[in-house]
C-alpha cells in the first residue's frame, strides 16, 4: 500500500459468499473491508461477490469469475484486487499470476497488515508488526517480492530475479523471524519489570471493537493525550495513565489495540505480550460503537479474541460510545433496554462520563 504522502492507490474489492453465510453479511463485510483500505491508503473503485458452495482449489474463486474480475479491475486502471477472505499461498500465487505484474493481488490479512506497519511507531509495535507480516509473506513469497536485504516486509511492489533469488529470500526472512522472536523476549521481560512496579494499584483496561472510541474515552477519563484518529487500529501501543478517582489506592487505565472480525493468528500471536497487559488488570471496560450496525458482531469479536488468549474471568463494564452519533431515539431506547447494566456515553461530547467514573468507583 502507498504511504500518507503518497498518491493513493486504486482497489477493487471481492467477497465470497460460502455455505453459511448470507448476501447481507457479506455486503457488511465488504463495507468493513472497505474501511480498511481507506485506512491503508486506497480508494475502492467497485466490488464484486461471487456464491459458492466451497473455494476453487487453484484460485479461490474460479477461473471464468478470475477473468472477469481482473478486466473489470483491469478497465478502471485498479492497482490491486483485495479479497475479503484469507486466501491461502498457493491460491495467492495462482491469482498473482493470472493478474500479471501491473496487479497486485491481496487479501484481508495482508491489508490487515499493512494497516498495522503503517500505524506501528515504538520499537515494541514495530518488531511485533514485522515478525507478523514476515511469517505471513515467508510462504507467500513470489517473484515480485523478492530482494529482502533491501527492503524487509514490503506489500508486494518488489521485483526480483527468479527462483534462486526468492531462496535467498526465505533464508534472509527466517533469519529475520528468528531474530526478531529474540526481540520481542527482551521486550516482554521489561515489560514485566515495568508491571512490577504497579502492583500496588488497581487495573482497569479499555477493550473493543478496533474505532469504537477507545482513544476519545481514555483522553476524556485521564486527560491524557492519545492519538484519536476516524480511523481502524490507529492505536498499536498500550497506553497506561492514572485515573483519578478515589477507591483509597492508586487506579490506572490501559488503552489498548482495538480487536477486529477474523483478527489474523499472526498478529494475535505477535500481539501477544501487547494484549497480555490485559490479563492482569482488574477489571475490563468493554466499549462498544454504540452507532454501528453491526454491534452483536462487534461484542462476539471481543469474546472470541478473549476466549483465543485463554482470559481468566475479570469485572467487566459494558460501555456504548458515540451515542451522539445515533440518528434515530428509538434506536438508543432500544439499546438501553436490552443492556440494562451498561453505561451509554459519547467520549467526544463528554457526555455520561460522571456517570461511567461511579459506576469503576463502585
Known amino acids: ?27 457488511e463485510q465488504l463495507n468493513e473491508l472497505k474501511f480498511l483500505a481507506d485506512t491503508a491508503g486506497a480508494d475502492t473503485l467497485s466490488t464484486a461477490t461471487q456464491i459458492r458452495h466451497k473455494p476453487d482449489a487453484a484460485t479461490f474463486i474460479g477461473k471464468g469469475k478470475l ?47 499493512d494497516i498495522f506497519t503503517k500505524h506501528a511507531k515504538t520499537k515494541e509495535a514495530k518488531t511485533q508488526v514485522e515478525l507478523a507480516q514476515l511469517e505471513y509473506f515467508l510462504p507467500r513469497l513470489t517473484r515480485k517480492w523478492t530482494h529482502l536485504e533491501r527492503q524487509m516486509g514490503g506489500v508486494g ?81 498500550t497506553t497506561t495513565r492514572k485515573l483519578d478517582i478515589d477507591v483509597g489506592m492508586p487506579v490506572l487505565i490501559s488503552d489498548t489495540v482495538g480487536f477486529i472480525r477474523n483478527l489474523p493468528h499472526d498478529l494475535i500471536a505477535s500481539f501477544r505480550s501487547t494484549l497480555g497487559e490485559i490479563r492482569d488488570v482488574n477489571m475490563l471496560v468493554k466499549v462498544i460503537d454504540a452507532s454501528s450496525e453491526n454491534i452483536p458482531k ?6 472470541e479474541v478473549l476466549k483465543e488468549m485463554d482470559m481468566p474471568s475479570k469485572t467487566n463494564i459494558i460501555v456504548f460510545n458515540k451515542i451522539d452519533a ?33 459506576k469503576m468507583q463502585e
Open 298 to 303: 462487534h461484542i462476539d469479536t471481543i469474546e
Open 157 to 237: 511492489t518488489r521485483a526480483g530475479a527468479g527462483e534462486a533469488q526468492i531462496e535467498i529470500d526465505r533464508r534472509l526472512i527466517r533469519n529475520r523471524i528468528s531474530r526478531l522472536k529474540l526481540d520481542l523476549v527482551a521486550i516482554e521481560k521489561h515489560r514485566k519489570v515495568q508491571n512490577h512496579g504497579r502492583e500496588g494499584a488497581y487495573r482497569i483496561a479499555l477493550i473493543g471493537y478496533t474505532n469504537s472510541g477507545k482513544s476519545t474515552l481514555m483522553n476524556a477519563l485521564t486527560g491524557a493525550q492519545v492519538l484519536v484518529q476516524d480511523q481502524l487500529f490507529a492505536t498499536l501501543d
Open 1 to 27: 500500500m502507498q504511504k500518507n504522502n503518497a498518491k493513493r492507490e486504486k482497489a477493487f474489492l471481492v467477497g465470497v459468499v460460502l455455505k453459511g453465510a448470507s448476501r447481507t453479511q457479506i455486503d
Open 326 to 358: 445515533i440518528s434515530a431515539p428509538d434506536i438508543l431506547l432500544g439499546l438501553k433496554k436490552r443492556f440494562k447494566n451498561a453505561c451509554f456515553i459519547s467520549s467526544l461530547n463528554n457526555s455520561g462520563i460522571e456517570n461511567l467514573n461511579k
Open 67 to 113: 477473468e472477469r474480475i481482473i478486466t473489470q479491475a483491469t478497465g478502471l486502471e485498479c492497482d490491486l484486487i483485495i479479497f475479503n477472505d484469507d486466501i491461502s499461498p498457493t491460491q495467492i500465487k495462482n491469482l498473482q499470476k493470472n493478474a500479471g505484474e501491473e496487479l497486485k493481488v491481496i487479501d484481508r490479512t495482508g491489508l490487515i497488515l
